[in-house]
C-alpha cells in the first residue's frame, strides 16, 4: 500500500565485547528504499566488519550519532543484545529487531516493555516455515560459526589436516569427529572435508545420517542410545540412562580420534556433556577439541570454558568457543543482513511496523508490543517459578 509515508530504520555500533558484526550491510540499504524505508546508520558501526561509514553513505545511508538514532528512528536494527544502559535511551512507540536471545534474559525484554517498545528478536523464528527461511539468523550464524570452528581447530593442531606426501615424508590426515550435526555440525564437516581431514559425524537425530554422509563422512552409530527426536527437527533431552550409556560408548570412538568439535544442543535445556574428563584423558596429546556449545552452564566438553583455552595434563587443547560467528564479521554481517532485512520487510507495510501475532512469523519473533510481553514462552520466564524447570533459556 502506497502512503508516502517513510520509515527509518537505524543500525546502531554493536557494543557486547568482541563484537565486530553489523546488523545491516551497505548492499541491504538500497533494498529497504523502495518499501519505503529510509537507513540511517550510527557512524563507525560496519567498522568491525571492514564497512566503512563512506560505503554506507555511497549505497545511500544517512551517517548519525547515537544519539540521533535514539531520538529519530522508528527502528532500531542490532545483531544481539543492546546493552542495558541503552534501554533508557529507547522511547514508546520505537522496535528494536535482532537477535535478543529473550529466553535467556526475559527481564531485558520486559524493560523494553514496560517503556512501550516494540521487541522483535530473530531468534523466535518458526525455522522449519518455508517462508521464513530468509530470515533464518540462527542458521545463517550457525553456518558461520561451524566453519570458524574447523579453523581455529586447525589453528590449534600440531599436524596437518589433509594427507600430505612430500619429499620429506608422508603426514596422514587428521581424523576429525563432529559431535551434533546439526546446521553448525553440518557445516564443519563440510569444512574439515574440505581441508582433507578423514571425517565422521555423530547426532542423535536418525535423520541426520544422509546429511552427514552426503558430505563424505562417516555416520557413527551408537549401539547403546537410539533415537531422540524431539519436536520441530531438535534433539530432546535423554534420561539420565541414556545419556550415561551414550558418553561411555562415545568415549572409546573419542580416543581415537585427533580433532573432536561439538555443537550439540537441546532448545531451553543445558548442552548434554558428550565428552567426559575420561574421554579427554583417553586422547592423545595434541589433540585438540573446540566446544561450541560451551556455556556458564557448561557445555559437551567437561572443563570447557566459553571463551578460553586451555591445555589439559595430558596434552589435550580443549577450546570454549565463544560467538564465533563475529570472529568471521563480514560474512556473518552479509548474511545476518539479509535475515534481518527480510524480516523488516515482512513487518512493514506503507513505510511502518505492521504487528499482526496472528502471523506464524510474527508469534514466533514478536515478543513484547503495545507495552506488554506477549511472546508466551517468554511471559511465562517471567512468571515466578515454582521448582527447578530446569531451563537456561540459551536461544542463540
Ligand atoms: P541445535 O543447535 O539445537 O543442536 C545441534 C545439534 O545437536 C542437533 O542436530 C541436535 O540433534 C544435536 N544434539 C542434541 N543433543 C544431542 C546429543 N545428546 N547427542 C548428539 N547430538 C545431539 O540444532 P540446529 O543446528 O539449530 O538444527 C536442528 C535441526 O533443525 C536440524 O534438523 C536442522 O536441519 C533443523 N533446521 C531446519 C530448518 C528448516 O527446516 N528450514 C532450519 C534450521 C534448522
Redesign the pocket.
Known sequence: METGRRMKAAVVKETSPGERRVALVPDAVAKLGPAGIDVLVESGAGDGAWLSDSAYADAGASIASAAEIYRTADVILTVTRPQPGAVGELRAGQAVIGMLAPLADPEFAAALAARGVTVISLDGLP????R??PM?A??SQ?NVAGYKAVLVAAGEFGRFFPLLITAAGTARPAKVLV????????QAIGTARRLGAVVSG????P??KD?VTSLGATFLELTA?GS???E???????TAD??LA?QEELTGHIARQDVVIT?????GRK??L?VTEDAVKAMAPGSVIVDM?ASALGG?VAGSVPGQTAVTGNGVTIVGAENLAATVPTAASAAYSRNVSAMLLHLTSGGALAIDTSDDIQAGVVIAHDGKVVHEGVAALLQPVEGDSGVDGTAD
Open positions: 525455522r522449519t516455515l518455508s521464513a527461511q533464518d540462527l542458521t550457525s559431535l551434533g550435526t546439526g546446521v553448525a555440525g553440518l555423530y547426532d542423535i537425530r535423520t541426520s546429511e542410545v531422540a527426536a524431539g520441530g527437527g531438535y534433539a530432546r533431552e535423554l541414556e545419556r551414550q555443537t550439540a544442543q537441546v532448545p548442552p548434554p558428550l556449545a559437551n
